[in-house]
């Protein structure tokens, strides 16, 4: 008999599937090969697109990973679609609000303007941490233990790159992965519980997590 299948993030019944990570932060068309990951899920941890996600999806757009061929893919079809829906007109005024004028000094002594965005880490946070707990469930076939703390390091000095370069011989891929859209490397000692994660978004966004 098939064991009934449970949530990847509650362990209750589940009636539904989740995207790992969401679709949305695939540009079109989506990627058949490989498939997309899904992990079973209940109606209440399946919100196929929240407005974190959108915030996600949205503030990188502005970012780095904005200017890579999955960025801009993604900006053209969805950000600009998201934008004129009058729902998204409050994450519009949220993030045009965050944006400020610096001054960068460059190598020359000269001075140039620069547009930089101020993000809101909590909220990319609770996008990462769903992804982990997805990915978990994907790779070890169980839920991540409820007491499991999720520390989300979003990597952007040299120095975070430094330390995770160290660290990344431990790592081992993921089961999936897409070019230049997404992929991700773990480690879990068999005896213990815990785990390391490492997140690459379109080649320029990194995230290091241990749970
Ligand atoms: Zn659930």
């Known amino acids: 008999m098939l064991k009934e299948k449970t949530c990847y993030s509650c362990g209750e019944k589940a009636t539904t599937k989740e ?3 969401g679709k949305n932060l695939f540009p079109r068309p989506r990627p058949s090969n490989p498939a997309l990951i899904t992990v079973p899920s209940c109606t209440l941890h399946n919100n196929s697109f929240s407005k974190d996600e959108e915030y996600f999806l949205a503030v ?6 904005g200017v890579s061929d999955a960025g801009s893919k993604l900006w053209e079809e969805k950000i600009h679609r998201m934008y004129k829906r009058r729902e998204a007109q409050g994450l519009k005024k949220n993030i045009a609000g965050s944006f400020k004028n610096i001054r960068l ?3 020359s002594g000269s001075f140039s303007e620069r547009i930089a965005i101020e993000i809101d880490e909590s909220r990319i946070k609770n996008v990462i941490g769903k992804i982990v707990k997805g990915l978990y469930f994907f790779e070890y076939e169980k839920k991540m233990a409820s007491s499991a703390k999720l520390n989300i390091h979003f990597l952007k000095t040299s120095n975070d790159f430094q330390f995770v370069e160290k660290q990344i011989q431990y790592l081992k891929p993921g089961k999936r ?3 230049g859209v997404f992929r991700y490397m773990h480690y879990k000692t068999e005896e213990n519980t815990d785990s390391i994660w490492l997140l690459d978004f379109y080649g ?5 997590i241990a749970a």
């Open 60 to 65: 990188f757009m502005f970012s780095n990973a």
């Open 105 to 107: 000094q460059n190598p």
């Open 204 to 208: 320029v966004l990194h995230f290091c």
């Open 19 to 21: 995207h790992v990570p």
């Open 177 to 179: 992965s897409w070019a």
